[in-house]
């Protein structure tokens, strides 16, 4: 049996993650693709409880390496119990966040060494990669004041506008290294132009099957 397409759908806070994973469900539903939701960190009931650990307001200072590890084990119980499994019936993932986001913020916005987070995942994915991540992309004073009127904010809501300057520099840097993957989109417009851009991209993605598109 054909193995199914893993797409992901990337952003730093207030991009309009959420709402823009149910425009992708609802194209992938017009084209009659069985497919998985899932998300990162998370998507199995113990990789839930370690994103409930990594996201939770807390006196303890977390160090880095502890934040990283706690990220790609719960990646590891997601890949075993849920993408990979999911991705061999031949059915799609589609996935808030993968390592990508681990680049971003535990690469560029805590400074890790993207050597470390690159043997991590090699070791964890054994060469498993997206076939298609679209990244929502947004001047950051932006995106977090979207973050703030949701109300109570997470630890990483809480960093400093620094850090996820950072972060959405790192996203935009991998976006250039790899193009054939990524598909960035302007999500400074209205909801129907940037619902638009993503229909674009998978309207051609599906014609194509995971070619280049101009």
């Not at 959405?168 to 132009?193: C, K, W």
Request: charged share 25%; net charge negative; with cysteine.
């Amino acid at each position: 049996m054909s193995s199914g397409r893993f797409i992901t759908l990337e952003g730093t806070e207030g991009v309009g993650k959420s709402t823009n994973l149910r425009f992708i469900e609802s194209v992938l539903q017009q084209h009659q693709i069985n497919y998985k939701l899932t998300r990162e960190p998370g998507g199995t009931p113990m990789a839930e409880e370690v994103r409930e650990l990594l996201l939770a307001n807390r006196s303890e200072q977390v160090a880095d390496d502890a934040e990283l590890l706690l990220v790609f084990a719960a990646r590891a119980q997601h890949l075993e119990r849920v993408i990979r499994p999911t991705l061999e019936t031949g059915s799609w993932v589609l996935c808030d966040r993968f390592t990508d986001a681990t680049f971003a913020y535990q690469g560029g916005g805590r400074g890790l060494s993207k050597d470390m987070i690159a043997q991590l995942e090699a070791v964890v994915q054994r060469g498993l990669q997206p076939d298609l991540t679209i990244l929502l992309d947004l001047p950051v004073e932006i995106g977090l004041a979207r973050a703030r009127e949701r109300g109570e904010l997470d630890r990483f809501e809480n960093e400093r506008l620094g850090f996820f300057e950072r972060v959405r520099e790192a996203y935009l840097d991998r976006a250039n290294a790899d193009p054939q993957r990524f598909a960035v989109i302007d999500a400074s417009g209205t909801l129907e132009q940037v619902q638009q851009q993503i229909s674009e991209v998978l309207e051609c993605y599906l014609q194509k099957q995971g070619a280049a598109c101009e």
